[in-house]
């Protein structure tokens, strides 16, 4: 059926159009051969990645070109119906996402098979686009022990680790602050994480460790890094307070820790998942990069 199309929605559309043709036109300025330079001579020793969600105002497609430029290998939490972006840019989803919320995790068994279904429709999908890791969550407590939560968790996981590793994904359950972000949430320390890891006892589940978020329940961020790698797949960064840029701004000295996560033999990606605070989010971007890039 066809619809009648006002002059003034043709011209808004038409606006818009200009409007995004302008940004991308803007974008395509600004990636000059010294950011491409500066992209292909970073060290090599991080393998660095962006989470799309902290640049709501930049195009996935426009991210892809500008974070490749800077030496990005990945942008994250991205669902399968993004993929096929990065691929086209020659990138990667170094934490794959779009199956269950933070609030709705495995510390609820009435929750397990509704989240195994959705594991059971996505993960192959992660496999043909080569995807490494997929993003998980504990759930709130609403007034269930840790231990109970633990407990539940162990049985849900149990049963989403073999399908983990039949596609050799590894399941990444993040480790998020319950202080001033997500209040009431379970996986909020990094001892009951590990406990976790290790009664489910795969190789295909571990800990996405947030740095940012770790920095508010516990600090000690280094040692706890040096003692626990081996449970952790996967990093994220944020400046502490306000999970804004990563520089001198914050508390955190990001290039200490980053020395720490390579001392330990780490191979997989760090991801930038700061909301920049300044106008030029680009800048601030390929700024957290290269403090990063130790």
């Not at 998020?176 to 489910?200: A, F, I, P, Q």
């Amino acid at each position: 059926m066809k619809t009648k199309i006002s002059r003034r929605s043709a011209l808004g559309k038409m606006a818009v159009g200009a409007a995004a043709a302008s940004v991308a036109a803007d974008l395509a300025e600004r990636i000059t051969a010294a950011d491409a330079a500066a992209g292909a001579s970073l060290k090599g020793r991080i393998n660095h990645s962006v989470c799309k969600w902290c640049y709501p105002k930049v195009e996935l497609k426009d991210l892809c070109v500008a974070g490749k430029a800077m030496g990005l290998q990945s942008i994250e939490l991205l669902e399968p119906k993004d993929w096929p972006t990065l691929l086209e840019h020659g990138l990667t989803c170094a934490m794959a996402s779009g199956v269950d919320g933070i609030s709705y995790g495995f510390n609820r068994l009435e929750h397990h098979d509704d989240l195994i279904r959705k594991f059971e429709v996505n993960l192959p999908k992660a496999v043909d686009a080569g995807l490494k890791n997929y993003i998980c969550f504990s759930g709130n407590r609403g007034g269930m022990s840790d231990e109970q939560g633990l407990e539940n968790c162990v049985v849900g996981l149990k049963r989403l680790t073999p399908l983990a590793e039949k596609h050799r994904i590894v399941i990444c359950m993040e480790l998020l602050n319950s202080k001033v972000d997500h209040k009431d949430y379970m996986c909020d320390h990094t001892k009951w994480g590990v406990e976790l890891v290790k009664r489910v006892g795969s190789d295909y589940f571990k800990l996405l460790y947030d740095i940012y978020h770790m920095q508010i329940m516990e600090g000690d961020v280094v040692r706890t890094i040096r003692e626990n790698h081996h449970y952790i797949a996967h990093y994220h960064t944020g400046g502490v307070p306000g999970r804004h840029e990563i520089d001198d701004t914050q508390e955190l000295n990001y290039p200490v820790v980053m020395k720490a996560i390579v001392e330990t033999g780490f191979k997989g990606h760090v991801a930038q998942e700061f909301v920049p605070a300044r106008p030029d989010v680009l800048a601030s971007l390929k700024q957290g990069v290269q403090i990063c890039d130790v």
